[in-house]
């Protein structure tokens, strides 16, 4: 590094402490700007690695029953011949299972219906213990919560008021996804859904098969781990949803801040660029003294606004922010917001409040040498 | 020899061709020949400061020609003239334009910034500087704890802290006392021996006492007093 630019950076650096109030208000107004897309772009990617997990930690081939474009049941039947097709034995097995929706008072939840001898270990549980009876089921933790569900209170769900389940565990706060959630076994599912002999996934586990093997059993609507992973994957990339609004509200916000970042101080700076300019300070000079300076303040709202954003969800669990990003979530979320701070956001960030305040500098450097410098000075 | 600064036909107009249109100079020709106090005066828009903007390259003409030291201004480009400003031009404003929030050495030095020399050394020459106004002890002040003429000398140093060939001085004294005029003068009068050149815009009698070079411009023009 030059002696010529660091001195430059130290005095760009000088000048945003001593104009501190300028560059506090900035860092601050960008800061609030930053701060929800930060948050929101560490939620989705907590969410996409948490399912990630999920998908690589599942089984190495999934069958989804599929009617009308929607998911459907699969028999009992069909999954035997395929275990019988496929050669399979002890571990590496077809397990059904009933993944489904109902709802519980006023609330859509989702229901698992599994085969507890299948399953690998036992739940982790908040209150309460596994289930060990007919007609018992364990409630996810915010559903507990919301309707004061406690082991051993029964309820029946609308779908089918005839069955009375009794509650025999709470699921520990762990993830989204079993929150709203109620487990019984597959049996009691595809009873209470009036499905008996039918599944509406099954989970494959094999050995690694070969490339032939593999097509082929695509051929049968397997999908294979992988293909889960990936198309998991392409679903997190999109930048819709939630994401739309947020875009809006960043270039709507633009314009304001523009106008902040050149209009704050604005006949000081001019002035200053003029006196700069007498003093024999070439127009490039004053830029990368200016870009410099644009540099120092974005760095700053840039590392405060990720700064915020990962105390309030590592401290707050995202309370109040949550749930704006995730759907169903209080105000004060009942288990642990999935968060990843990746440096990339804060890049973003980082270079989106450099090109605002790069532009506004820009025009101040144009008018303070362009415009009758002299006359500013007078 | 050629003199430090000619210009011939030397026009300046503000917005042409508009209702806003505004003469400031008119076919000025001046010479300068070299070394010593020229002082430029005449009444208040008479387009003194014009002549000093555009003598100093803060602005261009809108016609004629200016020559330092026989060389057309006109040669060079936007960085040209501000390379031209660092190396041979020294400014003293009217108000003295002193950067707020800068201490007195830190004003002094500033200009050094982007040359790629040392804190330690911008320092030292701002201190020498200092301490030959005469105001050595208020080096760590501000603008606002300095009294009108100590600001003076402070941009004075300023001026001079690239050993300039010419210092351009807009009203120099009209912000300052009898007695900051008086230790003024005796700057210029220091630089002037060292075979330099002031170059001011000045209604203050005193100074024009102590002109080499007097002109006198009225509506733009120069003319016979």
Redesign the interface.
Known sequence: MSTSFRNLLSSAGGRVIRNWEVSLTLILCFTAILFPLITALAISKGLRCQALISVQSGPAWTMVGEKNGSSGPISEAALKALEEELGLSGKKEITGRIIGRTTFINRVVALAGLDPSRVAGPFPLDQGRQIHREKEVLVGFSLAKTFHLHPGVQFSLPANPGVIFTVAGVLKPASLWDSELLVMSLSEAQTFFRKNGFVTEAAVATLPLPSDRIQGLEGKGLIPREKAHQWLNKGYQATGGIFIPFWIMLAALTIPALLISSGLGQSETTREISLLFSLGWSRTEMMVFKSLECGIISLGAAALATLCSLAWMKGANGMLIARFFVAEVGLVPDFPIPTRYLPLPTLAGWMFVFLITWIGSLAAVWSGTKKAPYGALR | MDPIIQTTKLTKI?HPGKNSEVRALEDVDLIVPGAGLTVIYGPSGSGK??L??LL?T??RPTSGEILLKGVPLSRYS??GL??L???T?G?I???F?L?P??SAWENVA??L???????TERRNRALRLLEEMGVADRKDHRPEELSGGEQQRVATA?ALV?DPEIIIA?EPTSNIDAEAVDQLLAIFSRFIKRGKTVITASHDPLIREKAHHLFYLQKGRLVSP
Do not use: H, K, N, V
Request: net charge positive; hydrophobic share 40%.
């Open positions: 503000y400061s014009t000093l903007a100093g803060l602005e936007d960085a501000s390379r400003r660092r190396t031009m400014f404003f009217q108000s334009q950067i929030r800068l500033f200009p910034i982007p040359l790629g020399i040392s804190l300023r690239q807009d």
